[in-house]
């Protein structure tokens, strides 16, 4: 396992074939990538709009809101500056996944604690695999274009598990992200190899 993974926590690194299927499918991949960071805004706001008491949480995701927004810019422009469109969104099998694993019932604390740690979890595989595309592909501009997404997802990362630690006890926290991580390598071990999917 790499360095960067280590530090990420994640069990199962991503197939290194996957950056060259990703060179291929550069429409497929900006669009994958441009609906993922939507997605992400999105999260944020609803997990505002389900604790708004939580003050912390209000106040560390509404920046992220804004910040993931611009992403989804970012990344429709350069589709455009490369005469490339964006196309439909399509089902994101690893996100259901993770989703379908998330505590049925439990308390409340349970629930926001699974929310979170899922947030977390699709943060640092999509920082491991900008990494990839910031040191795997042929074009030196996207391999920047990467680089400064791969650090932006971790700081998002962190953030989440902070968040987590916030509101929960620490060793539960530590305990359910271990559960998490394994569940999280279950699932990539199930999903084809696929470049024209961030996940």
């Not at 595309?133 to 274009?145: N, P, V």
């Not at 359910?176 to 199930?190: D, K």
Request: overall charge neutral; glycine content about 6%.
């Amino acid at each position: 396992m790499s360095q960067k993974n280590a530090i990420l926590g994640l069990k199962l690194p991503t197939d290194p074939r996957w950056v060259n299927l990703a060179a291929i499918s550069l429409e497929d991949i900006l669009t994958d990538h441009a609906y993922c960071e939507q997605k992400a805004a999105t999260s944020c706001i609803s997990l505002i709009q389900g604790y708004p008491e939580k003050e912390k949480l209000v106040t560390a995701l509404a920046p992220v809101v804004t910040e993931e927004w611009g992403h989804f810019r970012q990344v429709l422009a350069e589709l455009q500056k490369r005469g490339l469109h964006l196309g439909k969104q399509r089902k994101d099998q690893y996100v259901n996944a993770l989703l379908s694993a998330q505590t049925k019932g439990g308390s409340a604390e349970d629930r926001l604690l699974d929310k979170l740690l899922i947030c977390a979890l699709i943060e640092a595989r999509s920082c491991e695999r900008f990494r990839l595309l910031s040191e795997g592909l042929e074009d030196e501009y996207l391999r920047e274009f990467y680089r400064r997404f791969m650090v932006s997802e971790a700081g998002h990362y962190r953030l989440f598990i902070d968040l987590a630690h916030t509101y929960i006890p620490g060793e539960r926290v530590k305990a359910r992200w271990q559960e998490w991580l394994q569940t999280e390598a279950g699932i990539l071990q199930t999903l084809a190899l696929r470049g024209d999917r961030m996940h």
